[in-house]
């Protein structure tokens, strides 16, 4: 069955919402597991001025972290404004397997942009840096990162209710 012009027009209004959620997602998911959990890093760990030397140093990376995750949340929080009104436009009667898809590529999105900038061309923190080789954890992270981005762009392109091969383009351009 084919849907009504309409609605394939409105069809890439998920993709946004979703990149937007993966993204702040993903970095709710770094924030809390690696820098609160397992607390491998903060966010200026690594950093000559603010190392995890001292307690001011490490009053600065919390409050630092605190910023990173009001960031995240407020990605999360557009994302979210972003899918009620596509759904109230009839966005969301698509299948919710491109949402999906979209929020993994957002994560993707967050673990690349997040890795490329903060671990590697700042080098403000690194993933794991007690490990033997942080560097290994740094590019898995990146890789992750790729994963997430492949996998999500093909799952939102296996939704049927994908409207034609180029929604997926048409969303993000």
Known sequence: MTRPAASRDRAPAIATPGILLGTGLGGFLDGIVLHQILQWHQMLSTTQRWGETTVENMQVNMVAD??????????VAVG??????????????????????????????FNVVEGVINHHL?????????????LVWDVGFL??????????WLIQ????????ASAGRAALG
């Open 80 to 109: 979210v404004a972003l899918l009620w009104r596509a759904t109230r436009e009839g966005a969301g009667q698509r299948n919710w397997r491109s949402l999906f898809g979209w929020i993994l590529f957002g994560w993707g999105v």
């Open 143 to 152: 890789a992750f990162g790729v994963v997430l981005l492949v996998a999500g």
């Open 122 to 134: 700042l080098e403000i923190h690194r993933v794991h840096p007690e490990a033997a080789n942080p």
């Open 157 to 164: 392109r296996r939704d049927p209710g994908r409207a034609g």
């Open 66 to 75: 605190g910023l990173f995750h009001l960031v995240t949340w407020a990605f």
